[in-house]
């Protein structure tokens, strides 16, 4: 089973034209292992299929790295890292992922879920991702340190509610990236009507390796 999730990964990442190196793939389908293997009792998932998950979960965040990619080098490009927070990042996704393939990134999956930030600490330490830091906590009550530079999050909320979550913590050079399925018309409205001064600045169709459905990322800046 794990050369053949590794060979569904390979054809995933060569369709998405991405190239890592073999460590960071093995730890790719560790982490998917590790997350199948807690779901049984700590319910982070509904697939149960290796395979599947694969698909979409890590082919699905794996599909978001060229776009977060380019964010880096189109705003950040004067800074060596950035952080990113994953809100309400569940069991690590897309945080993990975006930990294990993009160096340059500090990423801290928060969610205030105590059974779900417990596993992404034992991902952390077992896939040695120094980059990766786990906070239970709601995002309102986040404190830090460090200006973050951007806020993602995936199948979290509205956009609406997920703006007015980060805003507090954000500045003026935060980005804002929202995963989503089909274009969100609707919440884009919504985000407009209360007015909360940031402008959709991309909206990038995202193709995933084995999933016919639609997929988004859209992509804030502060106006």
């Not at 389908?29 to 998932?45: G, S």
């Not at 395979?51 to 599909?63: K, P, V």
Request: proline residues 2%; charged residues 25%; hydrophobic residues 45%.
């Amino acid at each position: 089973m794990q050369d053949q999730l590794l060979d569904i990964l390979e054809k995933g990442l060569k369709d998405l034209d991405l190239e890592i190196s073999d460590d960071k793939k093995h730890k790719l389908v560790e982490y998917l292992n590790l997350l199948l293997k807690w779901n049984k009792t700590y319910n982070l998932t509904s697939i149960k299929n290796s395979s599947d998950a694969l698909n979409l979960h890590i082919l699905d965040c794996l599909a978001i790295i060229k776009p977060i990619a380019d964010v880096k080098k189109k705003y950040f490009s004067n800074k060596d890292v950035i952080s990113l927070v994953d809100v309400g990042s569940g069991g690590g996704l897309p945080a993990v992922v975006l930990a294990i393939v993009l160096d340059f990134l500090n990423v801290y999956s928060v969610d205030s879920v105590e059974k779900k930030t417990t596993f992404v600490k034992t991902v952390a330490s077992s896939l040695k991702l120094t980059n990766l830091t786990s906070i239970h906590t709601r995002i309102e009550n986040l404190k830090t340190d460090f200006d973050i530079d951007i806020f993602i999050s995936r199948a979290f909320a509205s956009l609406s509610d997920f703006i007015s979550l980060v805003d507090p913590l954000s500045t003026d050079k935060s980005i804002v990236s929202a995963m989503k399925g089909k274009y969100p018309s609707d919440e884009l409205e919504e985000l407009n009507a209360v007015k909360l001064n940031w402008n959709l600045i991309n909206s990038i169709n995202i193709s995933v390796p084995g999933l016919e459905a639609d997929r988004c990322l859209l992509i804030f800046n502060k106006g």
